[in-house]
């Protein structure tokens, strides 16, 4: 199994940055994918981005090309999710995720990360 865990989250003002990581632990060799996701109050959950954890391939939501950055670190176990120009609608508790089979959906996820962005 694979364990995941997020940090990173807090208040910010609008036009600020945040950097969220999420650190993998257990049976990280079968990771295919990670990705982050987050879940306003109210709101259905957002996929926002994507990595292959061995390709390095990335994907965005369109909401967020351009201001947010995954990255990962295979030699650590961590993924982090670079915010910039946050704006108060991204508040919202921010998830990672990881898909351990070829074609599966995500089957791991954190506890999540309190995201809160002021105006």
């Known amino acids: 199994q694979v364990q995941l865990v997020e ?30 996701f987050r879940q306003a109050p109210g709101k259905e959950r957002e996929f926002l981005a994507a990595i292959g954890w061995r390709s390095g391939l990335r994907s965005y939501a369109d909401s967020v090309k351009g201001r947010f950055t995954i990255s990962g670190d295979n030699a650590k176990n961590t993924v982090s999710l670079q915010m910039n120009s946050l704006k108060p609608e991204d508040t919202a508790d921010y998830y990672c ?21 002021s105006s």
């Not at 990173?8 to 036009?15: E, I, K, P, T």
């Not at 650190?23 to 295919?32: D, L, M, Q």
């Not at 990881?98 to 962005?117: I, K, L, P, S």
């Open 7 to 36: 940090s990173g989250g807090g208040l910010v003002q609008a036009g600020g940055s945040l950097r969220l990581s999420c650190a993998a632990s257990g049976r990280t060799f079968s990771i295919v994918t990670t990705g982050w």
């Open 97 to 117: 995720a990881a898909r351990t089979r070829v074609g599966d959906g995500y089957d791991t996820w954190g506890q999540g990360t309190q995201v809160t962005v």
